[in-house]
Antibody
Framework: EVQLVQSGGGLVKPGGSLRLSCAAS????????MNWVRQAPGKGLEWVSS????????YYADSVKGRFTISRENAKKSLYLQMKSLRAEDTAVYYC?????????????WGQGTLVTVSS | EIVLTQSPGTLSLSPGERATLSCRAS???????LAWYQQKPGQAPRLLIY???NRASGIPDRFSGSGSGTDFTLTISRLEPEDFAVYYC?????????FGQGTKVEFK
């Protein structure tokens, strides 16, 4: 069974940092591109970042470019999102998500989500 | 950046009725990269349709997708009680992904 289990959310002050983790199981993690998507309270979905299976490419939404860094450790079957210079508008539930195989650029499995609250 | 506009914002229907959700793009989108998701309160999104018209694994055949270019549609042929949720379209292009703002399908 495919599982993505997230950890690392919480309350952080503006300007602070936080690292989110996503532990994968039930599939060959090293063969899949992975993604982060967030959802502000009561709002819609916003794509945040993507990383290729071998970390050869990484993409970011303009809203987080230069502040967030996506990474992965295939040996540990883990995906990460390092967030720095956090702002109130970064407050959201963050989801990790797996790319659907076949180059469709859709996300077929999602983590349970972790809440990040940026507030003083 | 391609903007996806979904309509209507809210759809009020009864079980057994047909639901037609629209997703319009600000410029042409590759059909291969157009997807639809369902999200229920407190849950992660669920992939319904990828490549504009392909049902994801385990998705009932009452869900169907169609469209090309800038106009895409998600149709639920006969609403079941578990289908009342928020639906998002998503596209990929130029190394970016964008979502529509969502359509809420609610009980009439």
């Amino acid at each position: 069974e495919v599982q993505l289990v997230q950890s690392g959310g919480g309350l952080v002050k503006p300007g602070g940092s936080l690292r989110l983790s996503c532990a994968a199981s039930g599939f060959t993690f090293s063969s899949y591109n992975m993604n982060w998507v967030r959802q502000a309270p009561g709002k819609g979905l916003e794509w945040v970042s993507s990383i290729s299976s071998g970390s050869g490419y990484m993409y970011y939404a303009d809203s987080v470019k230069g502040r967030f860094t996506i990474s992965r450790e295939n040996a540990k079957k883990s995906l990460y999102l390092q967030m720095k210079s956090l702002r109130a508008e970064d407050t959201a539930v963050y989801y990790c998500a797996r790319d659907l195989r076949g180059g469709w650029k859709s996300f077929d499995y999602w983590g349970q989500g972790t809440l990040v609250t940026v507030s003083s | 950046e391609i903007v996806l506009t979904q309509s209507p914002g809210t759809l009020s229907l009864s079980p057994g009725e047909r639901a037609t959700l629209s997703c319009r793009a600000s410029q042409s989108v590759s059909s291969s990269y157009l997807a639809w998701y369902q999200q229920k309160p407190g849950q992660a999104p669920r992939l319904l349709i990828y490549g504009a018209s392909n049902r994801a694994s385990g998705i009932p055949d009452r869900f169907s997708g169609s469209g090309s270019g800038t106009d895409f549609t998600l149709t639920i042929s006969r609403l079941e009680p578990e289908d009342f949720a928020v639906y998002y379209c998503q596209q990929h292009g130029s190394s970016l992904w964008t979502f529509g703002q969502g359509t809420k399908v609610e009980f009439k």
